[in-house]
């Protein structure tokens, strides 16, 4: 069983960051894959990015690359997103999401997650 619990989502101008974080209990953190999804007001949850469960393997959606970094720290169970360059676009609920059966390839489809955060919502301002 693993709980994640989401932070430091807000509100912030076009053009600002924001680091997200997500506390994660359970004593085998460091097995599962971890992974960020977005849900915009009537859109589907969509993929953001996932780190594999030593922290060196990474995938992010196109619309995120270049100006978001995932990544975690197994000593304290949490797993964090920067990101920059933020547009209205990223205006969404986000949720971290993590399994163990998760493989790379399938990483980015939100049905291959067991456990998931509540969400912490992301406002970007123009």
């Known amino acids: 069983q693993v709980h994640l619990v989401e932070s430091g989502g807000g509100l912030v101008q076009a053009g600002g960051s924001l680091r997200l974080s997500c506390a994660a209990s359970?004593?085998?953190?460091?097995?599962?894959?971890m992974g960020w999804f977005r849900q915009a007001p009537g859109k589907e949850r969509e993929f953001v990015a996932a780190v594999g469960w030593s922290g060196t393997t990474t995938r992010y959606a196109d619309s995120v690359k270049g100006r978001s970094t995932i990544s975690r720290d197994n000593t304290k169970n949490m797993v964090y997103l920067q990101m920059n360059s933020l547009t209205i676009e990223d205006t969404a609920v986000y949720y971290c999401?993590?399994?163990?059966?998760?493989?790379?390839?399938?990483?980015?489809?939100?049905?291959?997650?067991?456990?998931w955060g509540q969400g912490t919502q992301v406002t970007v301002s123009s």
């Open positions: 359970g004593r085998t953190f460091n097995t599962v894959r």
């Open positions: 999401a993590a399994s163990r059966d998760v493989t790379f390839l399938g990483s980015v489809n939100p049905n291959n997650y067991k456990y």
